[in-house]
């Protein structure tokens, strides 16, 4: 069975956040630091930052609270 890898991201910079350096860790702990680091960079980025990937980070909260505030209010 093929052991999965970090990130391409993560290969093409050699390192994790925070400069760790990508072989100085255990294959399995890459994996697991590749889809930390891969979640934050997510979590940290907003909807519509990236043009080709729009969907890519999270929705901007306040169009989501208007959305819930105009189904009340209907």
């Known amino acids: 069975m093929k052991m999965p890898r970090p990130s391409l991201y993560d290969i093409l910079y050699g390192n994790f956040a925070g400069g760790l350096d990508l072989n ?3 294959e399995t ?3 697991i630091l590749s889809v930390l ?4 960079r997510i979590l940290n980025c907003r909807a519509g930052t990236l043009a080709h990937l729009p969907d890519y980070g999270l929705p901007d909260m306040t169009a989501i609270l208007r ?5 009340r209010t209907s």
């Open 29 to 31: 702990d890459q994996v």
């Open 67 to 71: 959305g819930c505030q105009r189904r």
């Open 37 to 40: 680091d891969n979640m934050q």
């Open 24 to 26: 100085t860790v255990s």
